[in-house]
């Protein structure tokens, strides 16, 4: 069965410091693998996906995800966090035959001026 | 082009009422999908609906809970008996498709439910 695992429920980083959410997926199949950030009050909205093409992966807002099989790993990056970045962030892995997601419990980013 | 459309986004209901909770998808969309988030935690998906048809409720719990989807209108979910632990963000995601798992889901804004 697909799950996945977010390290660290609450990340801070200072303005212009490097982002780095951690996240580790277990699936018997290749997954698909999904990024969701939310804002306080709102609903999620997708910053970028992996489909098995390119194991780099750009999203929106300057996020980035690299897909790597050997370590089950779909870590989100960005090189410089900015203020608005603050919101909490979720990684998710669908089913192979569905659009069905299971998500992480997320990880809160802080971002300290 | 609209988004998913949830009403209302915040409702609140003694125990024992009922709480009927609203979805339209996105024009187009005939796929929809409902998530629970509890209070520091993550979405967990409740039940998977095409129009008029239940596709996979594995999800939902098994009493007092029902969704349905018709042919015209929005997409219910229903909790009849409402607890204090029903308290929660309820969402909802559509897709045009029933999709490969590739698919990108549009969530709405959420309802959020407390039971007083």
């Known amino acids: 069965a697909q799950s996945v695992t977010q390290l660290g429920s609450h990340v801070s980083v200072s303005e212009g410091a490097l982002v780095l959410l951690r996240c580790n997926y277990s699936s018997s199949v290749p997954p698909y693998l999904f990024w969701y950030v939310q804002y306080p009050n709102q609903g999620l909205q997708l910053l970028l996906k992996y489909t098995s093409a390119a194991t780099l992966v750009k999203g929106i807002n300057g996020f980035e995800a690299e897909f790597k099989k050997s370590e089950t790993s779909f870590h989100l990056t960005k090189p410089s966090a900015h203020m608005s970045d603050a919101a909490e962030y979720f990684c998710?892995?669908?089913?192979?035959?569905?659009?069905?997601?299971?998500f992480g419990t997320g990880t809160r980013l802080q971002v300290f001026p | 082009n609209a988004g998913v459309m949830q009403n209302p986004r915040h409702l609140v209901r003694r125990r024992g009422q009922e709480a009927r909770l609203r979805c339209s998808p996105m024009k187009g969309h005939s796929h929809v999908y409902w998530y629970r988030q509890l209070p520091e935690e993550g979405l967990k998906f409740m039940v998977y609906l095409q129009k008029e048809n239940i596709i996979d409720e594995s999800g939902m719990p098994k009493e007092r809970f029902s969704a349905e989807f018709p042919k015209e209108g929005p997409s219910i979910l229903r909790i009849q008996q409402v607890v204090r632990g029903d308290s929660a963000a309820y969402f909802c995601a559509s897709s045009p498709t029933r999709g490969t798992g590739d698919t990108e889901a549009f969530f709405g804004q959420g309802t959020r439910l407390t039971v007083v």
């Open positions: 998710a892995v669908s089913k192979g035959n569905t659009d069905k997601l299971i």
